[in-house]
């Protein structure tokens, strides 16, 4: 088992920027990969960003390509997700996943969730 535990949301202004932690523990691996999806209101839960941990590739989805940047610390199997130019569009619940995706922008093979945390930008 592996546990999640997000950190960093919070309200912003458009244009604003902020840092997205997510710490994992337990039955940890470095063929994991972890990543990021969010959930707007009344939408379907949609891809962020994900990074395989063997390799170090990362993967964006096209609306935060140039905006956020994920990062991983090996030492603590930890990801920072950096979010630039918020829009009001970015507005959701992110979660952390992990797990062993066969592609990192599908939720299948993500085996662990976090609990989410809330990102808000206001216009």
């Known amino acids: 088992q592996v546990q999640l535990v997000e950190s960093g949301g919070g309200l912003v202004q458009t244009g604003d920027s902020l840092r997205l932690s997510c710490a994992a523990s337990?039955?940890?691996?470095?063929?994991?990969?972890m990543g990021w999806f969010r959930q707007a209101p009344q939408k379907e839960r949609e891809f962020v960003a994900a990074?395989?941990?063997?390799?170090?590739?990362?993967h964006y989805h096209d609306s935060v390509k140039g905006r956020f940047t994920l990062s991983r610390d090996n030492g603590k199997y930890t990801v920072h997700l950096q979010t630039n130019s918020l829009k009001p569009e970015d507005t959701a619940v992110y979660y952390c996943?992990?797990?062993?995706?066969?592609?990192?922008?599908?939720?299948?093979?993500?085996?662990?969730w976090g609990q989410g945390t809330q990102v808000t930008v206001s216009s």
């Open positions: 990074v395989r941990w063997s390799t170090g590739k990362t």
């Open positions: 996943a992990a797990g062993s995706p066969a592609q990192l922008s599908r939720e299948g093979g993500f085996a662990f």
């Open positions: 337990g039955r940890t691996s470095s063929n994991y990969a």
